[in-house]
């Protein structure tokens, strides 16, 4: 199809069968009203950027969690390479772990490329460049360097970016993670390379890993590495710089090496990036919140999230969901007060939640104050519809049986 978009390819066809049938034609003019009425569906804001260091204009798109609009939270963030490629279905995996409470709500920013081989590769010799006929390969510090002075303020005055982040780099892009990690190790706090390209220029990050690991002074914090069913340069390399791990990295750098032998070097990204993210993240939401809870209160949950402050360098605040699932534990052994008490943590953190308003009117409604629990879900209505929250339905429908809908 040549990359036809569906809706094209899908027009022509029906043009084709008008002549042949009115029935055929009445058809076609009730699919092209149902493709003319059809909402657009955004994956993010789309950036362009003037960069001075690259000397060009560079593409971004930012992919912001569920709730961001009706929170005032900080987000970490995942900068994803090759993101004109990797951007839907990355975006897919995150939203996913997220719902699923195995990582934190962050920001995913996809830089869409220009020339990937130029900015994912350090600088090298006239000869390297000669052997892989690449030219114009060694822009990655000016890269970097565009993500720091550039790329990075400007999300920082545009959203609610907290002071973490996190580089995704598969193959050549793997090359810049690695890169990143020897020789900007305050850039990214933690790094995923899925089967980076480390063969390149005579392996030269494999032999410059065992120097920048005995340095002192700014240590990487994360990196988790994979290797797919490779080519034998990509194996090599690869396992030699898990060598030079083993030996030398830093008892305070956190670093997994997984192979995945039922992958091919395209895919592995998924694969990889579920279990590098779910790692890093491992401990961001409480397994057992009852056995925190049965001989604690909501405390017990914020010292987890202070623990968790000082392992990532920044406040960390319990999760909603957090929030919710203890608040319906003091529900279900009857702590009302305590249930209230943390519901209502949620109405000031997320003032235009109306699953915030809704769980609190629960804990009302046990406690016996009925009028305000009604109350409560009228505000979670009201708010829902003005800020297109998934479960208005089940908040309206509340409100419709209390006979309290607008």
């Not at 350090?122 to 360097?145: C, H, R, V, W």
């Not at 804990?363 to 109350?375: F, H, P, R, T, V």
């Not at 879900?377 to 409100?399: L, P, S």
Request: aromatic letters at 12%.
């Amino acid at each position: 199809m040549n990359n036809i978009p569906l809706n094209v390819y899908v027009k022509n066809i029906m043009k084709t069968l008008i002549s042949s049938s009115h029935f055929l034609f009445a058809l076609y003019i009730l699919f092209i009203s149902f493709l003319s009425n059809a909402e657009t569906v955004s994956l993010g804001d789309k950036l362009n950027i003037a960069s001075k260091i690259l000397n060009e204009e560079r593409s971004i798109v930012v992919h912001k969690p569920l709730g961001y609009d009706i929170s005032k939270d900080h987000y970490a963030v995942v900068y994803l390479l090759d993101g004109d490629i990797n951007l839907l279905h990355t975006a897919g995996i995150i939203d996913y772990l997220q719902r699923n409470q195995l990582m934190p709500k962050v920001i995913l920013v996809a830089i869409n490329n220009s020339d990937r081989v130029r900015d994912f590769t350090p600088e090298t010799s006239k000869e390297t460049k000669i052997k892989y006929n690449l030219p114009q390969m060694g822009g990655a510090d000016k890269f970097l360097s565009f993500i720091s002075d550039e790329l990075k303020p400007a999300l920082a005055n545009s959203y609610r970016v907290a002071p973490y982040s996190i580089l995704i780099g598969h193959s050549y892009g793997g090359i810049l993670s690695i890169y990143s990690q020897q020789t900007k190790p305050s850039l990214f706090d933690a790094h995923i390379a899925v089967s980076p390209s480390i063969f390149f220029d005579e392996r030269a990050l494999v032999k410059s890993g065992k120097k920048v690991f005995e340095k002192k002074g700014d240590t990487p914090n994360f990196l988790y590495m994979t290797l797919a069913n490779e080519r034998i340069e990509f194996a090599e390399s690869i396992e030699a710089y898990v060598n030079v791990l083993t030996r030398y990295a830093p008892k305070t750098m956190r670093w997994k090496f997984d192979r995945l032998p039922e992958e091919t070097h395209q895919s592995s990204f998924h694969p990889a990036i579920i279990s590098g993210l779910k790692l890093l993240f491992e401990d961001w939401y409480i397994k057992d919140i009852s056995s925190l809870l049965e001989n604690g209160n909501i405390n017990n949950v914020k010292a987890h999230y202070q623990k968790l402050s000082m392992i990532f360098g920044y406040d960390i605040e319990p999760p909603n969901e957090m929030i919710i699932e203890a608040g319906f534990y003091f529900l279900s052994h009857e702590r009302i007060d305590e249930a209230i008490a943390a519901f209502k943590i949620n109405t000031l953190r997320y003032p235009h939640s109306g699953m915030a308003y809704f769980n609190l009117a629960q804990a009302y409604m046990a406690s016996g104050q009925e009028d305000i629990s009604k109350n409560l879900i009228y505000k979670a209505c009201r708010i829902g519809k003005q800020y297109k929250e998934i479960d208005t339905g089940m908040f309206c429908h509340e409100a419709n049986i209390l006979g309290m809908a607008e």
